[in-house]
């Protein structure tokens, strides 16, 4: 005798840019009537379904199932807890400002012609900048013990021999989120930034590891929130292969995100780290 189902664990989908584009493809797709349409407050994904007859929340085999869920979600809460606590949000970054002014005239043309959704933050050209990494300082100062000792140990010797020059082409994005300006590969920038990087590490600066890849670029623009849909390819497609100009560094500085300079409008900075001796040819 087959049973039929009655039951079934899924999954429900609550994303609301999830929903939202799902909805609009219903609206494109013509049914016929005898089509039902889902209403979003059903979407969901099913894992498999089973035969509980009649059964209510309080009936035995269901208080034991959800026993069980119960526990094995508090585990779960507690090993996310724990993960939490130990990941430490980066707090500054070392970057490098953009100053050349054919440069960020450039950058700002193709703000200009990309037309980007309400829920997509456009950079404002006093923040043109390229972040080398980040780390985890909290409320420090540039008077802190540690912030002089960083600061120093990159200052005590030039860091290059010869001008760090880059060129700034093609604009690309990270998923739908993040519109970036691209940087030519470079071997001198990426030595630096491990110079850099290494020289904070025997300070004792918690520098935050990043597994990906290093991609240095220069944001254009960003989702104001996690919720937001972001942008499609085809807005920033056609720019992909421009090229911006010639960007000269001499120095780069230790930055506390989130906090402006009210004179430059630009990120506040803790201190500078010169990457040449002035009058080195």
Not at 128 to 143: D, K, Q, S
Not at 150 to 176: H, R, T, Y
Not at 251 to 263: I, P, V
Request: aromatic share 8%; proline share 5%.
């Amino acid at each position: 005798m087959q049973v039929r189902p009655s039951h079934f664990v899924g999954i429900k989908i609550t994303d609301p840019s999830v929903i939202g584009n799902l909805v609009r493809i219903q609206d494109q797709i013509r049914c016929p009537r005898d089509m039902e349409r889902i209403p979003p407050t059903e979407f969901h994904i099913t894992l498999f379904v089973l035969h509980l007859g009649a059964a209510n929340p309080e009936d035995d085999i269901v208080v034991r199932k959800q026993w069980y869920q119960r526990r094995v979600r508090g585990t779960q809460r507690d090993q996310n807890q724990t993960n939490q606590t130990m990941q430490v949000r980066p707090s500054h970054f070392v970057g490098i400002k953009i100053t050349d002014p054919s440069v960020i005239g450039n950058l700002v043309r193709i703000q200009d012609q990309i037309r980007c959704p309400r829920d997509m933050e456009r950079i404002p050209p006093t923040e043109f900048h390229i972040t080398l990494f980040v780390l985890h300082l909290g409320a420090a100062n540039p008077e802190d013990d540690i912030v002089v000792r960083a600061l120093n140990a990159c200052n005590v010797e030039p860091l290059l021999k010869d001008d760090l020059i880059i060129d700034i082409e093609g604009v690309s994005a990270f998923g739908k989120r993040v519109v970036h300006a691209g940087v030519k590969y470079n071997e001198t920038l990426r030595t630096l930034n491990q110079k850099i990087q290494q020289k904070f590490l025997e300070c004792g600066v918690n520098v935050i590891e990043d597994k990906r890849d290093w991609h240095p670029h220069i944001t254009l623009f960003k989702s104001r929130n996690s919720g937001s849909y972001g942008i499609d390819e085809y807005h920033w497609k056609p720019f992909e292969t421009d090229v911006f100009g010639t960007q000269f560094i001499h120095e780069c500085e230790l930055l506390k995100m989130g906090a402006k300079d009210k004179t430059t409008n630009y990120y506040y900075s803790l201190g500078k780290i010169a990457l040449r001796e002035k009058g080195m040819s």
